[in-house]
């Protein structure tokens, strides 16, 4: 079993930078890539970034290219979103997530964490 917390969400003006980080439990930690998705109301779960296990590759949705970077210390348990020039339509709940595969990670996820709100005012 792995436990996801999220943290470091907030209200944050347009143009602004937030850090999400997300402290997994277990010791099996490096064994799964993670990623980051979002929601809003009414809408489908999407898909924000993940990475490796080993950390060495990263994917983003082409909405936050150039905007936010993934990172992860496996020492730490812990992966981060940075999140850079933000717009308010970056706003949602973010999720962190856990999947053994890639494919597993971004199709249903192994394990999610209960979410943390970011919001972007104009």
């Known amino acids: 079993q792995v436990q996801l917390v999220e943290s470091g969400g907030g209200l944050v003006q347009a143009g602004g930078s937030l850090r999400l980080s997300c402290a997994a439990s277990g010791r099996t930690f490096s064994k799964y890539d993670m990623g980051w998705f979002r929601q809003t109301p009414g809408k489908e779960r999407e898909f924000v970034a993940t990475?490796?296990?080993?950390?060495?590759?990263?994917d983003y949705a082409d909405s936050v290219k150039g905007r936010f970077t993934i990172s992860r210390d496996n020492a730490k348990n812990t992966v981060y979103l940075q999140m850079n020039s933000l717009k308010p339509d970056d706003t949602a709940v973010y999720y962190c997530?856990?999947?053994?595969?890639?494919?597993?990670?971004?199709?249903?996820?192994?394990?999610w964490g209960q979410g943390t709100q970011v919001t972007v005012s104009s």
């Open positions: 990475i490796s296990g080993s950390g060495s590759s990263t």
């Open positions: 997530a856990a999947g053994r595969t890639r494919i597993i990670l971004i199709t249903k996820g192994d394990y």
